[in-house]
């Protein structure tokens, strides 16, 4: 038995660590199944710039709890595979996702169709809220464009941790 999210967990940011905080309350083994590249370099070029890269995103994850650390080649194939058949070549017994998560050919696996797969199968899904700051939710894409603006002191609010604290894995 293991608990499962799934998602790209670039910054691994508040909202990241506040989902990482319920996957953890589990009480079971923890599992993050992330890609690289970036999905959107093969769906729909160019992928956005990395907040973090694959070694400092694996430091921070390991930081926050995460206990298993699944890094998946996104490719064609993996893009043209349905979520149901990407769910079932994965080993877990609880699911949680963030609210309007959505993934697999066509992003088809959106919360009812999870949860329709996962009833038979007695998994527990959950999906989280999106944590609120400053009014908006947080993601990568507002840290991006915080980071892109010049204004660290915004990003590193919606990160929850100090960019230059661990910039030596840089």
Same mark, same amino acid.
Do not use: C
């Given at each position: 038995m293991t608990a499962l999210t799934i998602g790209m967990f670039d910054g691994v940011h508040l909202g990241h660590q506040?989902?990482?905080r319920k996957l953890r309350a589990t009480g079971l083994p923890t599992t993050l199944v992330t890609f690289? !590249?970036?999905p959107l370099a093969i769906l729909r070029p160019p992928a956005p710039r990395q907040i973090t890269p694959p070694a400092l995103k694996a430091k921070l994850l390991t930081r926050f709890g995460i206990d298993q650390i699944i890094? $998946? !080649?996104f490719t064609q194939k993996l893009a043209a595979t349905s979520f149901d058949q990407f769910l079932d070549s994965l080993s877990f017994s609880h $699911?949680? $996702?963030g609210k309007g998560d959505a993934f697999g050919y066509r992003r088809e696996g959106t919360e009812p169709a999870v949860r329709a797969w996962a009833k +038979?199968?007695?998994i527990q899904v959950e999906y989280i809220p999106k944590l609120i700051i400053e009014?908006? +939710?947080v993601s990568s894409t507002r840290i991006r464009q915080a980071l892109e603006e010049g204004d660290v002191d915004k990003?590193?609010?919606l990160l929850g941790w100090s960019l230059k604290e661990l910039?030596?894995?840089l």
């Amino acid at each position: 038995m293991t608990a499962l999210t799934i998602g790209m967990f670039d910054g691994v940011h508040l909202g990241h660590q506040a989902l990482i905080r319920k996957l953890r309350a589990t009480g079971l083994p923890t599992t993050l199944v992330t890609f690289e !590249p970036h999905p959107l370099a093969i769906l729909r070029p160019p992928a956005p710039r990395q907040i973090t890269p694959p070694a400092l995103k694996a430091k921070l994850l390991t930081r926050f709890g995460i206990d298993q650390i699944i890094t $998946l !080649p996104f490719t064609q194939k993996l893009a043209a595979t349905s979520f149901d058949q990407f769910l079932d070549s994965l080993s877990f017994s609880h $699911l949680i $996702l963030g609210k309007g998560d959505a993934f697999g050919y066509r992003r088809e696996g959106t919360e009812p169709a999870v949860r329709a797969w996962a009833k +038979p199968k007695n998994i527990q899904v959950e999906y989280i809220p999106k944590l609120i700051i400053e009014n908006e +939710p947080v993601s990568s894409t507002r840290i991006r464009q915080a980071l892109e603006e010049g204004d660290v002191d915004k990003a590193e609010r919606l990160l929850g941790w100090s960019l230059k604290e661990l910039s030596h894995v840089l």
